[in-house]
C-alpha cells in the first residue's frame, strides 16, 4: 500500500496523502483512495486523527507493525 | 459531487463523507474523478464491512461538547417544567435557565468557532443592535427589540449548536421552527390578552431545551473537537495548494 509507505514520514491531511500517493503510484482517483484507506483503518493499520482546526489526517497506528505491513504489501495501493 | 457521495452507503457516508467531500471541494475536478467516485462507491456496497461502524476511537474529550449541550438541554427542560407546575405564581425569576443558557454557550467553542466566525459575527451584531435601539427607541417599540432580541440569542446558539452537531439546513430549519417559532406563535394570544396567561406560558420554552437535548446527544453520539484538543504534529499545516 503507497498509502502506507506516505505515512511512514509521519501524519499527513487526507489532500497531502493523495498528493503523495499519486506521485508514487500516478492517477489515483479519490474513490480508490478512500477505498485504500477504508481497508487500512479496518485492519488496524493507520488511524485518523484530528488537528485543533478540525481537519482530519491520518498515520500510522504502530509504526514497527505498519512499516513491516506497507513492506509486505507493496504495490498494491488499491 | 455531493450527489455523487450519496451513492456510497450510509455507514460510509457516516464517517467518510464530510472529509471525503473537503478533499474533492480542495482540488480540480476530472472526469477521472467522477468515474472513480462511483466505482468506490460500488466498491463500498459489495465491501460493507469496510464502513463498520467504531473503526474511529473517538477520544473522550470529543463528548464534552454534546454533554454539556445535553445537560443544559435537561437543565432547561426541567427547569421549565418545574416553574410550570410546582412553583406559586410570581416566584419564577429564581431561574436556572440563565445558567442553561450559559452552558448553552459554553458548548460551542473551540475549532469550531473559528470555522464559523462570521455566523457568530453576525448573531452577536444583531444583538447588540436590538441592545443599542432598544436604548434609543420609544417605549413602544422596545418591548418589540427585546423580543427580537431574545430570538435572535436563542435561535442563534441552536443553529449554531446544531451546524455543529451535523445536523443539515433543512432539519435545521424545522428544528428552529418547532422549538422557537411555533411555542411564540402559540404565545401571541396570551401576549395580546385574548388568552388569560397560564401554566402554558412557560411551557412555551419546553420544546427548546428539548431541542438541545436532542442536538447534545448528535453530538455525544457523533464525537466534536474540543478547544482542549491539541493540535496534531505540525507536520498538519503542511498543505499544498491544489
Redesign the interface.
Known amino acids: 500500500m503507497w498509502v502506507l509507505v506516505a505515512l511512514r514520514s ?7 496523502l ?2 503523495m500517493v499519486r506521485e508514487l503510484d500516478g ?1 489515483v ?4 483512495f ?2 485504500a ?3 487500512l ?2 485492519l488496524a493499520l493507520i ?11 491520518y ?1 500510522l497506528l504502530g509504526q514497527e507493525g505498519a512499516g513491516t505491513a506497507a513492506a509486505g504489501t507493496g504495490g498494491a495501493s488499491s | 459531487m455531493s450527489r455523487l457521495v450519496r451513492l456510497y452507503p450510509p455507514g460510509w457516508r457516516d464517517r467518510y463523507e464530510a472529509e471525503f467531500l473537503a478533499l474533492l471541494e480542495d482540488r480540480p475536478r476530472t472526469a477521472w474523478d467522477i468515474v472513480d467516485t462511483v466505482r468506490g462507491a460500488v466498491d463500498a456496497h459489495l465491501n460493507p464491512q469496510l464502513a463498520a461502524t467504531g473503526l474511529e476511537p473517538s477520544p473522550w474529550t470529543h463528548r464534552i461538547p454534546g454533554l454539556l449541550a445535553l445537560a443544559a438541554g435537561l437543565m432547561w427542560s426541567a427547569h421549565v417544567v418545574f416553574i410550570a407546575f410546582l412553583v406559586a405564581p410570581g416566584q419564577e425569576w429564581g431561574s436556572l435557565i440563565v445558567y442553561a443558557a450559559v452552558v448553552m454557550l459554553v458548548s460551542l467553542p473551540g475549532d469550531y468557532m473559528a470555522a464559523h466566525g462570521r455566523q457568530i459575527a453576525v448573531v452577536l451584531g444583531a444583538i447588540g443592535a436590538c441592545v443599542i435601539l432598544s436604548a434609543l427607541a420609544p417605549w413602544q417599540i422596545q418591548s418589540l427589540l427585546i423580543i427580537a432580541g431574545y430570538l435572535i440569542t436563542i435561535g442563534g446558539m441552536l443553529t449554531l449548536a446544531s451546524i455543529r452537531a451535523g445536523i443539515g439546513s433543512g432539519a435545521r430549519w424545522r428544528l428552529l421552527v418547532a422549538s422557537i417559532a411555533l411555542p411564540f406563535a402559540c404565545a401571541i394570544p396570551m401576549a395580546i390578552g385574548i388568552q388569560p396567561i397560564g401554566v402554558g406560558a412557560w411551557l412555551i420554552l419546553l420544546p427548546y431545551g428539548l431541542a438541545w437535548v436532542l442536538i447534545g446527544l448528535r453530538m455525544a453520539i457523533r464525537g466534536s473537537p474540543t478547544i482542549v484538543d491539541p493540535p496534531l504534529n505540525p507536520i498538519e499545516s503542511e498543505v499544498r495548494p491544489a
Open positions: 509521519g501524519p499527513h491531511t487526507v489532500g497531502r493523495l498528493d492517477r482517483g479519490p474513490g480508490t478512500y477505498g484507506i477504508a481497508r483503518e479496518r488511524e485518523p486523527v484530528t488537528n485543533g482546526s478540525g481537519r482530519r489526517a498515520r
